[in-house]
């Protein structure tokens, strides 16, 4: 038998992150490694994966992918999870030059920094969450162009880079902000800001959340927009929907959505399928980033014929890759160059409705 491809993790089996995205890594990684397994491997060799618990700590992340490259000498390294995590292990993977794929760390901030290792798989970070409802709204008729967009952004790593993106997007697709105000930490004038915002007319509203906040974000953005009146205005969220989200207040709210098992890809059908069989339930969108990244390590791999990691470098900037998050092409700083989903919630019912290849659905304009 060939020596096994060994690929090495850390993941927070303790810690903050243990009881979602510990488990959540943790599922995803071992699925893929027993399904190619099961198909005979990589370049004909085993996957053995080496996973340590890093305690949901960024330093002794950092310790030990240390270890993993230099004690364990294993081949290959999947990410960790959370932005901070990888930022702490990103110094190390550029000092090596080693080819480090991940699904979590999607801050944009990790990819300003000269970084040529370093590469996010799945639909974007947190500076393209605007994209998709500024991208689909050109594709409206001439009368529904949106002309005027308000912006609110609370002041948080995620709100703070939606506030750029939005900004950066806005002016590609030609839509002019005419009220933009940041929400400071708590307690924060929710119903102020979305007063002032109605008062400039917009026909589009955009608002960049953080969900980690403690005076419920989504829902004290949702009731002060509805408080202030609006009529006729695209109402957007840059928070992944989710079964806790208030649908009675938010009917046809549109939200960027990273993933979500409803997606008609064939590849999206057969990962659900799949980890439905092993695991009794849907997965979600940190599942399928997880997914991603295995994928385009394996095709990759098996592409480039060896473990050489300039190659593999290499091939990731010139290839292009077919995941659960559609067909995926990296920018030179590693980011993907993909749009991510565009939902809107109708009658309580979850709609994907751009782009138009992973639509379950057509948007309801009033």
């Not at 370093?118 to 500076?127: N, Q």
Request: glycine share 10%; hydrophobic share 40%; charged share 20%.
């Amino acid at each position: 038998m060939a020596d096994a491809l060994r690929i090495g993790v850390t993941l927070p089996k303790t810690g903050r992150y243990a009881k979602n995205a510990g488990i959540v890594y943790d599922n995803t990684y071992q699925l893929w490694a027993n399904q190619v397994n099961a198909r005979g491997g990589i370049l004909n060799r085993p996957i053995e994966l080496v996973i340590y618990d890093d305690g949901s700590e960024p330093e002794r992340a950092a310790a030990l992918y240390e270890r993993l490259l230099f004690e364990d000498r294993v081949d290959l390294i999947l990410g960790p999870c959370h932005s901070d995590m990888t930022e702490a292990i990103a110094p190390l993977v550029e000092r090596e030059r080693r080819v480090l794929l991940q699904g979590s760390g999607s801050s944009h901030l990790i990819f300003e920094q000269g970084r040529e290792y370093v590469f996010l798989c799945w639909s974007g970070c947190d500076f393209d969450y605007p994209r998709s409802i500024l991208e689909w709204s050109q594709t409206l008729p001439g009368g529904q162009h949106p002309r005027r967009a308000a912006l609110i952004s609370l002041n948080g790593r995620i709100g703070s880079a939606v506030n750029l993106g939005a900004k950066h997007y806005a002016a590609k697709y030609g839509v002019p902000i005419v009220f933009e105000e940041t929400l400071g930490a708590p307690p924060a004038d929710y119903a102020g800001a979305f007063a002032r915002a109605r008062a400039a007319n917009p026909d589009l509203m955009l608002v960049g959340l953080d969900h980690a906040r403690p005076d419920d974000p989504l829902g004290s953005c949702v009731g002060a927009y509805q408080a202030a009146g609006f009529e006729g205005t695209i109402f957007w969220l840059s928070d992944n929907p989710s079964s806790h989200d208030p649908v009675e207040l938010i009917d046809r709210a549109f939200m960027r959505t990273t993933w979500v098992p409803q997606s008609p890809l064939p590849t999206s059908q057969a990962f659900v399928r799949d980890f439905n069989a092993v695991y009794g339930r849907n997965p979600e969108y940190h599942h399928a980033g997880g997914y991603a990244v295995c994928q385009v390590l394996e095709q990759a791999v098996n592409a480039v014929g060896e473990i050489d990691h300039e190659a593999l470098r290499q091939h990731l900037l010139g290839g292009e890759f077919n995941t659960v998050m559609g067909r995926i092409r990296f920018k030179p700083d590693g980011l993907p160059d993909v749009t991510m989903q565009l939902s809107q919630w109708v009658g309580g019912e979850l709609r994907v409705v751009y782009p138009t290849t992973e639509a379950t659905g057509s948007p309801v304009l009033d």
